[in-house]
């Protein structure tokens, strides 16, 4: 079936470091979703990238959509403890979201 | 708060118990989702429900059952499970089904099966 591929598995960085996670699929995409869950916490949604070659940003976080529409990333500047979780890309495929197996990002502070 | 409530957040039961897994959306929500995470794998979505209808099954097996009496309602029965089933176990709304609209989740319930 349909996947998505999501890389690092786990990241560890030193606070005030970047982070960045991809998410590549075979496939075009017609948009793509991210999520966060923090350790014990759920996932929550962040954004939803639609247009081919797409940038959004949120603070310290910046959203890439691909000009293919095949690949997606998450990057985020100069790390912060509360940054820790797992983040999860979710492409929207046959009616329903599809995750990735996650980057789960600790910081050591 | 989610918007979305999860019962009980957790639960021990043996392979012969038969249980039941309870969750709540006060978004006015159409759509209600259940998935299970295993440590280590990806969501997998088990379950959707749009308009109290089910549209969605994905080969779960029959040991699983759901029920969703209204569109704030969604529950999921359980009976004679494999140790292979402990995981944690999501609900989620959204707006409706089909559509690219985020989804909220609960708290999700922990389940062991001894």
């Known amino acids: 079936g349909q996947q998505v591929m999501q890389i690092p598995q786990y990241q560890h960085v030193q606070e005030g470091e970047d982070f960045t996670t991809y998410c590549n699929s075979s496939?075009?995409?017609?948009?793509i979703q991210w999520y966060k869950q923090r350790p014990g916490g759920h996932p929550v949604f962040l954004i939803q990238l639609v247009k081919s070659g797409e940038v959004k940003k949120q603070k310290r976080l910046t959203f890439q959509f691909g000009e293919a529409k095949k690949n997606s990333s998450l990057h985020i500047t100069a790390t912060q403890t509360t940054d820790v979780g797992t983040y999860f890309c979710?492409?929207?495929?046959?009616?329903?979201?599809?995750f990735g197996q996650g980057t789960e990002l600790s910081v050591k502070p | 708060e989610t918007g979305v409530t999860q019962t009980p957040r957790h639960l021990v039961m043996g392979m012969t118990n038969k249980k039941s897994l309870k969750c709540e959306q006060h978004?006015?929500?159409?759509?209600m989702y259940w998935y299970k995470q295993s440590a280590k794998k990806p969501l997998e979505l088990m379950f959707v429900?749009?308009?109290?209808?089910?549209?969605e099954n994905n080969s779960v097996p029959s040991r699983f059952s759901p029920e969703c009496p209204n569109s704030s309602h969604l529950f999921l029965h359980l009976h004679t499970l494999q140790p292979e089933d402990s995981a944690l176990y999501l609900c989620?709304?959204?707006?409706?089904?089909?559509?690219?609209?985020?989804?909220?989740f609960g708290d999700g319930t922990r389940l062991s099966i001894l």
């Open positions: 979710a492409p929207f495929i046959g009616g329903k979201l599809i």
């Open positions: 989620a709304s959204s707006q409706e089904w089909g559509r690219d609209q985020p989804q909220h």
């Open positions: 496939t075009t995409l017609s948009n």
């Open positions: 429900y749009n308009f109290k209808e089910q549209t």
């Open positions: 978004l006015g929500h159409n759509a």
